[in-house]
């Protein structure tokens, strides 16, 4: 059974990040101060591994098949009308982001990280969104 509470308060947690970010963070400033850039970097990397929790969640406790990797998760989601496929591939995307942060598999590109804090917040807002009408429209979730 989806437990909403939990739920909700990892989609709060991602909204918490995503301002702290738009009200904290100087994108402009990322290329040139390491402070700035790892500030962006790991709050962004613990918005996502938050959504990941999410996504991980829906699929494991609604049965909606056995992903391969954590982009697999949102694939899922896509596929059983929980996430539009567009923003499915973007989440998708900032997985890689989130596993180059904690596992170091190449250097963080500063001007990446600038660009998700100016231009993909609204994606992680969206994926809250879609997430939270689907938990409306779904009676037996968290009862």
């Known amino acids: 059974m989806t437990d ?8 709060a947690f991602i909204e918490t ?8 963070c100087q994108p402009e400033r990322i290329v040139v101060d390491i402070r700035e850039e790892r500030f962006a970097a790991h709050t962004l990397q613990i918005a996502i591994q938050a959504a990941q929790d999410v996504a991980s969640h829906i699929v ?13 998760l949102f694939a899922l989601l896509c596929a059983h009308g929980w996430l539009k496929p567009e923003l499915s591939i973007v989440i998708q995307r900032m997985i890689g982001f989130r596993n180059v942060v ?3 598999y190449q250097h963080l590109k500063p001007a990446i ?7 993909r917040l ?3 807002l969206a994926f809250v969104a879609a997430i939270r ?3 409306k429209e779904t009676p ?3 009862r």
Do not use: F, I, M
């Open 122 to 124: 609204t994606d992680l």
């Open 113 to 119: 990280v600038a660009e998700l804090v100016t231009d």
């Open 17 to 24: 990040c995503v301002r702290e970010l738009r009200d904290l």
């Open 133 to 135: 009408s689907r938990l």
């Open 4 to 11: 909403t509470e939990l739920l909700e308060k990892k989609l």
């Open 140 to 142: 037996s979730a968290g």
């Open 102 to 104: 904690v596992h170091g």
């Open 60 to 72: 494991s406790a609604s049965r909606l098949g056995e992903p391969e990797s954590n982009r697999d």
